[in-house]
């Protein structure tokens, strides 16, 4: 990994308006950070309503971050990026790596986040107990859910049992112009039980993992299918989407808790041998808990997940670890602050 030597006097923490901006340049201003957001004009009138944002670059597309301006931009504001996840469903892992400027955390680690069969080594490799993937449609055996590459927000997928509603499903798509081909999609079994999303902060500088939350997501239209009747449901021909709309804070049986630890460290030491310096900071263990209360991992997200903007003020697990309201945002400003001070910042950024 190349060094970064930046200017050491004083650090600007940037992120791209959207996701989860708020509360990660909330969290760098309450640590003392100058703030700058990428925003794009469209926006523009939401991101002003805020104080805590110091400076911005307004451009028409998020994509503008690669153009000069942007670059120089960012590099005079001596800007350490904070990705989230409009970066990683919005440019391909080439443009975020050609981007100069210093990421917090491991700016590779994202490659493997988006291509499915690289998550997918990694779970294993982590030995998460992960739903098995499906090569091709001919294997479908069982119900399974079909998705799309990338950080998708759930949109576009759907559910399957065999190869016949495997090709119409695909069909739609293709008639609605998101997929070129079936060799777009990727298949995987489907858990049942409940989903939770398990939000984890690892500190390389403590090398502890924290717990910091954990959340459902709000899905439309898999959750409001519920608030229709069977028999109006069974006259619907509807294919059920799961379009991330909100997050919902849940707190876990407590009985749970040291499996949810122990599956955050197994990831974090996977992720350190697979993908050097490995999982700095935020991330998020996406998956079902059955009825054994056993859970099965079916997504990771290698940094800040937007559930956590739920805890602005905390969580009922950052509450435990830190005496003083801990969001997520600000959890990585304090990494990146106390790096600073004790000049390990190479050890936080990328
Ligand atoms: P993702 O974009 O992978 O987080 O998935 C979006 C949503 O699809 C999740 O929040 C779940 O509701 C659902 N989902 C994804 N994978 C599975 C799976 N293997 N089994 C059951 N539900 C799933």
Known sequence: MAEKSINKKRYTIATLGSHCSLQVLKGAKDEGFR????????????????????????????????????????????????????????????????IASPFFGNKWILRWESDRMLKQKL??????????????????????????????????????????????GAEKLIERNVINSEDELYIQEYVTGVPAYLQYFYSPLTNEIELMGVDRRYESDIDGLGRIPSKQQLGLDLEPSYNVVGNIPLVLRES?????????????AA???????????????????????KFTTFEFSARIVAGTNLYVEGSPYSDLIFAEPMSMGRRIARELKIANKKGRINEVIT
């Open 35 to 98: 703030t700058l957001l990428v925003c794009e004009k469209s926006r523009l009138g939401l991101y002003k309503r805020f104080n805590f944002i110091d400076d911005m670059i307004v451009v028409d597309k998020f994509s503008e971050i690669l153009e000069h301006f942007c670059q120089k931009r960012l590099e005079q504001t001596n800007s350490i990026i904070i990705p989230i996840g409009t970066l990683v469903a919005y440019m391909s892992t080439e443009q975020i790596e050609s």
């Open 256 to 268: 749970l808790l040291a499996e949810v630890y122990a599956m955050g460290e197994k990831f974090v």
């Open 123 to 168: 779970m294993e490799e982590s030995k998460l107990k992960t739903p098995k993937s499906v090569k091709s449609k001919n294997e479908i055996e069982k119900l399974c859910i079909v998705k799309l590459h990338g950080a998708a927000g759930g949109r576009g997928y759907f559910l399957v049992w065999n190869k016949k509603t495997f090709e119409e």
């Open 271 to 293: 992720a350190k041998r697979l993908i050097p310096p490995g999982m700095t900071g935020p991330f998020c263990l996406e998956g079902v808990y059955d009825r054994e209360g």
